[in-house]
Structure formats: C-alpha cells, structure tokens
C-alpha cells in the first residue's frame, strides 16, 4: 500500500500540472500506454528495463548495508565505455564470445576497482561516503569523455562529432526469439531472481542486514566492517557498470560524449518504494520503464518537454516521503505536528498569555484553601496592549 | 491532600499525566516541590521518573495536568522556558561537550551576541564556592572525572540562577568518596534556600540525603513521607514505609530491601579456593591501540579462573569498553597475549573465540547486543549465523532456528508475544534475557558482561545475577564489568580495579569494607596519589 500510493498521489498532482500547462493529462496518460505498452512498444519498454534493473540492484546492495553509493552516474558510464570502446576495436579480430565475455568481465572489474576508493576511504578513515562517490563520479564522467573524444573516437576520418564507432549488428547480444528484446534483460530478470534468494535465504543475506541495521552489531557478531564496506561497495559499482555495458552492447550500440542517462536517478525513488527488496523492485521498474519509454513519446504528442519525467519522479521521492513520515506517526499514535507547538502556540492566544514577566506577588495573606488563584491574578488586565 | 497550593517558593504538580504508546509513564501525580528542601524521588527504572524530569524540564509536554510555579499555573513549553524559571537538570549521562572546555561548556546556552568571559568566570567563582569545589575554567571537559563533571554539569544547571535544581541519578557513576562530596554540595545548594529534586532508586541515600521522599510506581505516586514525618521516623521505620510503597502490599522482605539498596552490599557468593581452580583466561600485558575517542587499555594482566566471577570496578569510560572487546575478540590486541584454557587465542577472531565458549555480553544491548527490526528468534542465532543446524549449504533451515528460540524462550522465561516479534519491541529486561540465553547456551565457558543490570527493574536484575552466579557455579567463569559497586560487592570473588585504561590494584572479596578499599582504590587512581592498599591477590 504504501508502495503504490506515492505513485498514484504522483501521478494525480503530474495530472494537475499537465492541466495548469494547457494540456489534457489524460491524453498524456493515454500516451504512455499507447507508446510504452501497445503493439511493439512494450519491447523497447523491456530493452530500456535491464540497465535499469541491474542499477537498482547495485543501489539495493549498497543501500542495504546503509552506504551510500550515489555514484552511479559515473559508474554506469565507465561500464558503456568499456563496452563502446573495447567493443569496435575487438569484435573484427577475436570470437564475438569471447569479446562480448572480455566487455562484462571488463565493465564489472572496472565497476569494482572504481568504488574501491570510496570504499576504502570509509573503511580507513570514516570518509563520509555520499561525497567521495559523488566525486568519483564527476571525474568518471570526466574521465569517460576524454577517452571518447582521445583514444576511443571513431576512427572514421569523417565522423567529427565526439562519439566512438558502431558495433555492428551481428556482435550485438542476441534477441530473446521472436522479440526485439535482447538477452540483457533476462539477465537483469535473473540477477534480480538471484539477488533475492541471497538476501532472504542465506546466511550473507542476514549478515547483510545486520550490518545495514547496526554496524556496532555486525561488529560484535564478528562480521568485518571494513571487509563488509568494500564488498558492498565493489558489488554495487560491478553491477552498475555492468548495467553500462550491457546497455550499449543490447540497445545504443556506441556512445556519444556527454550521452548520460541518469537511470540511477530515476531508478532510485523505486528501489526505495520497493523496501530494497530485489524482488518487489521488479514490478516498480517495470512500471518506471513503460512509463519513461511511453512518456517520451506522449510528452511530445501533447507538446510537453520530455523532462516532465524527471518531474514525475520528483513528485514520487516527495510523496514517498510524505506517506511514510504520516504513516510512522500514525503507527506510533502521534500527533502530526511537533511536540508541544500546539500548547506553544495555543499560548499566544490563551487567556493567560501573561508576559513571562514575573510580576512577583507580595505574598499576599495565605490563602488556605485551594479556591482557585487564577482569577485572582488575572484580574489586573491593566496593560493590555493594542 | 496538601493545602499548600499557593504558597510563595513552591513548584508544585497537579494530577500530572503523560502517556506514550502502550504506556501511561505517569498517571497523576501531584507533589509539591519546597524550597530548602532535598526532594527524594525515588522507584525503579520505569516507575515513570525520567517522564517527570522532562515534564519539568519542558522537554516534553503534559497531557494533562498542571504545574504551578508560586501558585500561579505557568506551562513549561521548552527548555528555554525551563531555565527561564530557574530549573535546572543535571541529566544522568553527561551532557557536556568533550571537546569544549568547561568554561566554554558553561556559555553554552548565552544569549549575547559577544562571549562575555570575565563575568563567566566570576559566575564560575560565585558557584565553585557555593558547591565546594574548585573547577579549572580552562580544563577540557573531556579530560575531567566523571565526579568534576558532575560538578561542572551542577554549575551549568544553575548559571542562570537556578531556583529548582534536578539531580537525575547522580550517584550511579560515582565512587563512594565523590558520592560524599556531591552530599556536602547538596547540602550546600539545600542552605542558600533553593530546591532539590534528587533521584535515585537506592533507597540509603534516599533516606540519608533527602528531607522529603516521594514514591513512584507504575507511574503513580504511590507514597509520601513529607519532612516532618522522615526527621521523626528512625532509619528502620523509613526503610520499611518506603519499601512497603515501592514493593506494594508483599511483605517487605529483606530480599526486596537488598535490592532497593536499603542495606550495605555484603558478598553472595559462594568461597572458591582459587588455588585449586584451573584458570579459564588470562590476559598477559594486553594492550590495545587507537579506536577513536574512547580509552584504550594497557599493560593489562588478569587472570580468570573456572568457577570465579572477577569483578572489574571502575568509573563509567575508564577502559572497560576496550578491555571486554579485546576479551571477545572485536579490538584487536596491539600488545600481549590472551590466553584461553591455555591455548593462545590472541589471534581468533570473534566467532572463533565464541565457539570456543569465550561470550561477551554487551552493554549496548540496543544498538549492539541486538538487531532491533529482527526477530528476537533470528537475534538469540545471531552468533551463529551460517552455522549448522541453522544454516545448510548457506541456506537458512528456519525450522532449526525457531526450534533453538523456543527452546531458549521457554529457558529464560522471555516474554515475548512469538519468537517473530521484533526484538525492539521488548522490553529492556527482556532484550538482557536474549542476549544472556544466546551467550550460555552451547557449550559457554566463560563470558564477559559489562553493566549487565544497568537500566533494569529489579526483578530482573535479581534474575540476571542470579544466572551469573549459577553459571559460575557449575564451573563457568565471569568477567564482570560494573559500575555499580554495590553489585560488584555482592557478586565477584575478587574486583579489580581499572582506571585510565590500566588494572591499578585487585582486593579480595572477603567480609566487610571492600566497597571502601575499592573506593580508595578508584580515586587514589585518579587523583595521582599512590594508591596505598596495593594489589594482593
């Protein structure tokens, strides 16, 4: 319930604003089903689901052990490149397996070695890793560009523009039969599969979760925590930059610089809603992917920029955040406001909003009996202001 | 009922009532707080004290009730409105920051835009000579003893002139000498005609302390023995109102007048001859090395025998977190040896070392003895963890485990709804009875306890000391790790005594006056004298 909510409020409040911008909402929503679902639609919806599976499984791995690996962006480029850049120069002169084999070791490798530094720098030092990786991913982008414009530009003479050459048709992965969607995605379905047989039933799923829950836990269970901060890190960036590689090697066949999709940040709201359970997160991104491939398209049929999904997303993280904040409070049965700011603000307009002022009584002559002191100190309205 | 409602220099509580989810924490409580008076809150953890404190200290906000302040009905909506009306609180955890000093952790809450240090300092004189105690403005509050900074967080209560001064379980932490000094300053306070709530669940220093006690249970106050009444009873009728109040209508055994700490701590165990036991562990000049902001240890020798508890006093962040971690195998050891049944287990790690029946029960039971948001059947296997029969081929048998928790469940009388509840969900006592039924179970040998009691109600204290002790007696050894001398006295074969991180002397348990040479001990550590009474065991 909560899971599906935030979209659904999402995608009303998207509505309104479609309205506010001169369009009609349901024409829009008729669009994503048009263009993500119908006909061969549906196909593209899957091709553009792998990357963005396996990218949510490597957020699922870090963000179960409560690290903060948000340098996907950077990590997903790194496992393109491997691919767009390995993948010309070798499919002409080695075994396409062989070469498809050297691109996923390669990108997963890369993936790895890349999330190290964040990883060990938490470890040694306590490094605060949302900025560490957030870093290694500006400079991996940087790093991705430089390399597609130097030593992995196509080298056609005739193509100027920065991008790397085209992976032939024949060495791309192969079609599931009778489809236009490409094996990657029965990899992700699998990874998924598998990923959530090892959080749930083995006894590293549960090491995991002890970690995630209380590193001072794990540590007194004698789990490593350094050891844990570095496999977690290298398995997410492995996976991310394989998320990378697979996508170039199944659906854009080369890669253009400054080509940067940002799955990660799209992915992200529905690994949350998901509770970081692989399993859960396979129908959330099946439903983030028909609507991204779908939405493009009808953005543009009812005259929207294609940016409106990141607006959709937005709005997800939002009432994501909201429901869950109403929700906690309503399962602790508290009020939504904090503590004591009614009685705070009640005060202002209360009868006795006395001054803080201690007017100090003169101990007047005892009074014995309980009979009410209140009205007698407050019958001095003598400088009320305004 | 008292008549005194609108009396001048009264703070009093009206039908006070403050519930949280599946708990009413206070349920109205009326009582009067007089100036010049030390008023002795006394109950066991979770009779609701703490709730109060922050009630009066406006950090959290009544249902119901009223509180007034000479007679006129004043709320108390923050902190802020708390100091403004002269109530300060010294909270039972220090409060100050380490790394400021104690000057600085005393401007804390001004106002003005510019520090004023020279009338800081000469209002750290004023109340240096009212608490009779000399405070070095310039020391690090970090590298104060627990006792100074006590005094220094006292002082905080009171800089803006306090007129209600809150002492949450001062005495918990203290040694018996510095619990002396903190009377003399109480009793100073008490003179200059301010108000003095003292909490505390010991009822000898309720009665030696207090000149008022109130009574809570259950969240209500459940008795009153106003001035006049305490001065003309003599300490045995005190004793036994108070613990005809606390304990209810049961017969005020002298069980429950043990625990309430009514009476000197004397030793329960049984004599070992520890000549004749084999020694189960022994640490050979251990020492550990840099993990952050807490002591480490060094130089430490001790040796631990089968069937013996040995008793490690010290103030509260002296080295005892180091020594246990290095005992069960989460720090590292940077020098020396640690010798397990004479094997060398320097080198194990933590499941090493728990197979080998080494267990450790932590102090931390919230955030490291237990996983809050798993259930209390994963938590009692969490050593275990891929184990069989728990785990085949790295898979989870969760019949294996549910089978093991009930088994431990019904063993240690855990009150839970199921062995799927959350742990989290239980109870303090409760969550202690996890963590002691999955460290004695297969084949334990010996285990390390730090502050195994701290924090619970007495009955299950009573149950926790009583596992220890029935462990040892069937030829377990006990590391126990204590910050209450009280509880050390009546447990330990022997206590040794640890400060700055090194084991500065160890006395034998035997009859009277260990508490004081245990003392002695503590604080000729401290203070850099040498300690005359040296180690002779």
Redesign the interface.
């Known amino acids: 319930m909560r899971s599906i909510l935030p979209v659904v409020l999402a995608l009303v409040v998207a509505g309104l604003i479609i309205v506010v911008m001169g369009s009609n909402p349901l024409d829009f929503y008729a669009g994503v089903w048009k263009y993500g679902l119908t006909g061969n639609n549906w196909q593209d919806s899957l091709r553009l689901m792998a990357p963005l599976m396996i990218i949510a499984l490597g957020l699922i791995v870090a963000f179960r052990g409560q690290l903060w690996n948000l340098g996907y962006n950077g990590t997903f480029l790194l496992g393109s490149v491997v691919a767009s850049g390995l993948g010309p120069n070798l499919f002409p002169v080695l075994p396409g397996w062989l070469v498809t084999a050297i691109i996923i070791l390669g990108s997963l490798l890369v993936g790895a070695l890349w999330s190290v530094v964040p990883a060990v720098l938490k470890a040694r030092f306590g490094t605060n890793e949302i900025i560490t990786s957030l870093v290694m991913s500006f400079i991996a982008i940087g790093v991705v560009n430089l390399l597609i414009k130097g030593p992995v530009h196509d080298p056609n003479p005739r193509v100027t523009a920065p991008q790397t050459a085209t992976i032939a048709r024949e060495n791309l992965l192969p079609f599931i039969d009778g489809t236009r969607v490409h094996i990657g995605f029965v990899v992700a379905i699998v990874l998924a599969l598998v990923a959530q047989f090892i959080v749930s039933?083995?006894?590293?799923g549960?090491?995991l979760?002890?970690f995630g829950?209380?590193p001072?836990?794990a540590?007194?269970?004698?789990i490593s925590r350094s050891w844990m901060i570095i496999l977690l890190f290298c398995t997410s960036g492995a996976l991310i930059a394989l998320a990378g590689s697979i996508d170039v090697l199944g659906n854009v066949t080369y890669q253009r610089a400054n080509w940067n999709p940002g799955y990660g940040d799209a992915v992200m709201p529905f690994v949350f809603l998901a509770r970081l359970s692989p399993l859960a997160a396979i129908p959330l991104v099946a439903f983030y992917s028909v609507f991204a491939n779908g939405g493009i398209n009808a953005a543009r049929s009812v005259g929207l920029n294609s940016d409106f999904l990141l607006v959709v997303v937005g709005l997800i993280l939002v009432f994501m955040t909201i429901t869950e904040f109403v929700g906690e409070k309503r399962r602790?049965?508290?009020g939504y406001l904090p503590?004591?700011m009614k009685?705070?603000v009640m005060?202002l307009f209360g009868p006795?909003a006395a001054a803080?002022v201690k007017v100090t009584?003169p101990?007047p002559d005892?009074?014995?009996?309980?009979s009410s002191?209140?009205t007698t100190?407050t019958s001095t309205p003598g400088k009320v202001t305004t | 009922m008292s008549?005194i409602?609108?009396?001048?220099g009264v703070i009093s509580l009206r039908e006070i009532t403050k519930a949280f989810?599946g708990v009413v924490a206070n349920d109205r409580i009326s009582l009067d707080i007089v100036g010049g008076q030390v008023h002795c809150l006394l109950g066991e953890n979770g009779a609701g004290k703490s709730t109060l404190i922050s009630i009066l200290a406006?950090m959290?906000?009544p249902d119901s009730g009223t509180i007034l302040v000479?007679?006129?009905?004043t709320?108390i909506?923050?902190p802020k409105?708390a100091v403004?009306l002269g109530i300060g609180v010294v909270h039972q955890h220090s409060t100050l920051v380490p790394a400021f000093t104690v000057l600085e952790n005393l401007m804390l809450g001004e106002t003005g835009v510019l520090r004023n240090e020279t009338r800081a300092k000469a209002r750290l004189d004023e109340l240096s000579e009212l608490l009779g105690a000399r405070i070095d403005p310039d020391a690090l509050a970090g590298d104060l003893g627990l006792g100074q900074q006590q005094q220094v967080e006292i002082a905080k209560a009171m800089w803006k002139g306090s007129r209600l001064l809150i002492l949450d379980e001062p005495t918990s932490m203290l040694t018996p000498q510095a619990i002396e000094k903190l009377a003399a300053s109480v009793a100073q306070i008490k003179a200059q005609g301010l108000a003095v709530v003292f909490i505390t669940h010991k009822l000898r220093e309720a009665y030696q302390m207090g000149d008022c006690v109130t009574i809570l249970r259950g969240g209500k106050n459940v008795g009153h023995i106003g001035a006049d009444q305490l001065a003309s009873f003599s300490e045995a009728q005190a004793q036994r109102a108070i613990l005809a109040a606390m304990f209810g209508d049961d017969v005020a055994t002298p069980e429950a007048a043990d625990l309430a700490g009514a009476t000197e701590a004397h030793r329960e165990v049984d004599d070992i001859e520890l000549g004749t036991k084999r020694v189960r562990l022994e640490l050979s000049g251990v020492a550990t090395r840099g993990h952050g902001h807490d002591v480490d240890i060094r130089d430490v020798s001790l040796a631990v025998h089968e069937s013996e508890i040995l008793g490690i006093a010290g103030i509260d962040g002296h080295g005892q977190a180091a020594l246990a971690e290095v005992v069960?195998?989460?720090r590292s050891a940077a020098q020396g040896t640690i010798r397990f049944d004479g094997a060398d287990i320097t080198r194990r790690?933590?499941?090493g070392r728990?197979q080998l029946g080494l267990r450790?029960v932590?102090d931390?039971r919230l955030?490291?003895?237990?996983?809050?948001?798993?259930s209390v059947a994963?938590n009692l296997v969490?050593?275990r963890?891929?184990q069989r029969p728990f785990?085949k081929f790295?898979?989870?048998n969760r019949k294996a485990v549910d089978a093991e928790a009930e088994r431990l469940i019904a063993d240690y009388a855990i009150k839970t709804p199921s062995s799927a509840t959350r742990a989290g969900t239980l109870s303090g006592g409760n969550i202690q009875k996890v963590l002691l039924a999955r460290e004695l179970t297969d084949g334990a040998r010996f285990v390390v306890v730090n502050k195994p009691t701290y924090g619970l109600d007495l009955k299950t204290v009573k149950l926790v000391r009583q596992i220890l002790t029935e462990f040892a007696a069937e030829g377990g050894a006990v590391l126990l790790l204590s910050t209450d001398l009280d509880e050390l006295v009546e447990l330990s074969h022997r206590i040794a005594v640890i400060s700055d991180g090194e084991i500065v002397g160890i006395v034998p348990n035997d009859g009277r006056g260990t508490a004081e040479r245990v003392g002695q001990l503590m604080t000729g550590a401290i203070e850099g004298t040498p300690a005359t009474e040296e180690a002779h065991a």
């Open positions: 039933r083995t006894s590293f549960v090491r979760d002890v829950a209380s001072k836990a540590q007194h269970v004698g602790l049965g508290q503590a004591g009685q705070s005060a006795r803080p009584t101990a005892k009074v014995t009996t309980s002191p209140t100190t | 008549t409602a609108a009396e001048p989810p406006g959290q906000q000479d007679g006129r009905s709320p909506n923050s409105a403004d069960a195998g989460q790690g933590v499941a728990q450790y932590t931390d955030h490291e003895g237990t996983v809050g948001g798993m994963m969490l050593k963890i891929g785990w790295g898979q989870i």
